[in-house]
């Protein structure tokens, strides 16, 4: 059963602002989760994550995401056995100079 018809589950409530455009210059705290939270990318023992071969894949993805794109900076993050989270900066500034003619 799809978890957000489960009457068992909680809903969440989703707290992104009606009309904001988030393709805007600023700082966005991103959770990415697996389907059906499905623990693909390590597991935790003793407190600690351990990535498997696809939680590095998630993380090196991360990076190379700053990388590819010039108007963005990964801030804080950290890959979890079955999401990632992070905060994702976009800058203005270098989201103009990256492209000829670019606004």
């Not at 799809?2 to 602002?17: G, M, V």
């Amino acid at each position: 059963m799809n978890a957000s018809c489960d009457p068992e589950k909680p809903r969440r409530r989703s707290i992104r602002l009606r009309d904001y455009d988030y393709s805007r210059a600023g700082a966005y705290f991103i959770t990415v989760c697996t389907k059906g939270q499905r623990l693909l990318f390590g597991e935790v023992n003793d407190g600690e994550v351990e990535l498997n071969e696809s939680g590095r894949i998630a993380e090196e993805e991360w990076l190379n995401s700053a990388r590819i794109r010039i108007e963005i900076k990964m801030d804080t993050w950290i890959v979890m056995p079955n999401h990632v989270h992070g905060i994702v900066i976009i800058d203005d500034k270098r989201r103009r100079g990256a492209r000829p003619g670019a606004r």
